[in-house]
């Protein structure tokens, strides 16, 4: 089982930057596809952004334009760049696989507030 922690979560006002960081517990290269998701309260936890062992990106719509999602293999690391937060990006983010594994890691509470 493939350990993955997030971290980087945090409060930020409207229009402010955040800048996400999954470390996982062996090669992203050999996982392949890695996928950073959220959950809102009450809501089902969703596709955020993508990216494939060939840097292709692919975003939610709702955060296009504002996050951008990268991966560093020698580092089994995938980040997520964070901007013109909005409080409608207020969730718990977490990285995984894309299509995700069945099991999740912590996650990162990030609260969009002023």
């Known amino acids: 089982q493939v350990q993955l922690v997030e971290s980087g979560g945090g409060l930020v006002q409207p229009g402010g930057s955040l800048r996400l960081s999954c470390v996982a517990s062996?090669?992203?290269?050999?996982?392949?596809?890695m996928g950073w998701y959220r959950q809102a309260p009450g809501t089902q936890r969703e596709l955020v952004a993508r990216i494939t062992n060939a840097n292709y990106t692919n975003y939610a719509g709702s955060v296009k334009g504002r996050f951008t999602i990268s991966r560093d293999n020698a580092k089994n690391t995938v980040s997520l760049q964070m901007n013109s937060l909005k409080p409608e990006d207020t969730a718990v983010y977490y990285c995984?696989?894309?299509?995700?594994?069945?099991?999740w890691g912590q996650g990162t509470q990030v609260t969009v507030s002023s």
């Open positions: 995984n696989r894309y299509p995700s594994y069945n099991y």
């Open positions: 062996r090669s992203i290269f050999s996982i392949g596809a």
